[in-house]
């Protein structure tokens, strides 16, 4: 069974930008359940819960918890629980990344991690550190993106009609590796546009937003490969809340439906 890394960018792709009109700090669950799996995944069917937290400011940065416990139950009538947790800040000119992960499989932790990336600019080469490689750093290249700074990126391009972005993305979640984001933002649809959202109680305080749909396709950096590791769409409000989840492996897809919504208060800048 495949992990379910990497998932920060597709948590701040969920959060909205950090400079982006009416973003709201909240906590979000999510009911996980599969969608489709080819012949090749051998996989029966999959439930499951994402949850993430988002809290801070633009003048302070931002701080995402986040856990995604899914059972996969395979053709052979085995099952495999994976549950993985997450914390990540990165500060509000982002230079700096701090991003800590543990996993388990079926109760039993499988891995943890602790990675902190920083850099003189948010455009210069950065460089990264990690706890299970202590005295081995790296560097990722100038023009790197964090998951804030991408995500502001996209924002822009739904306030803007709509378009196409491509960008090397580094979120830590995946260890040393950056991926190639390549987006595709929608029109913004009006508010109350989306039927499966009217018709949920859970998304109650989204009915005045407008909203745009996104999808984001992650590939590896090296290689040169023509198909994606994974890739996520969903619909995005103007308050930072992600609808409509779609999350691809290409083998299988999780589809994700939103089962509570909680805003949280944003702390004022000083």
Same mark, same amino acid.
């Given at each position: ?61 931002? /701080?995402?918890?986040?856990?995604? =416990? %899914?059972?996969? !139950?395979?053709? *052979?009538? +085995? $099952? ?7 914390? /990540?800040?990165?500060?509000?000119? =982002? %230079?700096?990344? !701090?991003?800590? *992960?543990? +996993? $388990? ?166």
């Amino acid at each position: 069974m495949k992990t379910v890394l990497p998932f920060l960018s597709l948590l701040l792709l969920l959060t909205g930008g950090a400079e982006a009109a009416g973003v709201a700090p909240h906590r979000a669950i999510y009911d996980l359940t599969l969608l489709r799996a080819s012949e090749g995944a051998q996989m029966r069917s999959a439930a499951g819960k994402l949850a993430f937290e988002v809290d801070g400011s633009r003048c302070d940065g931002y /701080t995402v918890n986040f856990r995604m =416990a %899914t059972k996969y !139950r395979q053709e *052979s009538g +085995e $099952s495999t629980l994976i549950d993985t947790l997450s914390t /990540t800040y990165e500060n509000a000119a =982002a %230079t700096e990344l !701090r991003h800590q *992960s543990k +996993e $388990s499989v079926n109760g039993t932790a499988r891995g943890s991690e602790r990675i902190t990336l920083n850099r003189k600019t948010a455009e210069s080469e950065g460089t990264v550190e990690l706890k299970s490689k202590p005295g081995e750093p790296f560097t990722v290249p100038a023009g790197t993106a964090l998951p804030m700074q991408h995500q502001m990126r996209l924002m822009a391009l739904g306030e803007g009609g709509g378009g196409r972005d491509s960008s090397v993305v580094f979120d830590g979640s995946d260890g040393a590796r950056p991926f190639r984001a390549i987006a595709f933002v929608g029109k913004q649809k009006p508010a109350g546009a989306i039927a499966r959202d009217s018709a949920n109680s859970a998304a109650a305080a989204l009915k005045g937003s407008g909203s745009w749909p996104m999808t984001v396709s992650y590939y590896a950096l090296e290689g040169g490969s023509e198909t994606p590791e994974y890739q996520v769409s969903f619909d995005m409000y103007e308050n930072g809340v992600a609808t409509g989840l779609v999350l691809d492996y290409g083998d299988f897809a999780l589809s994700g439906t939103l089962a509570d919504l909680k805003l949280l208060d944003e702390p004022a800048c000083p």
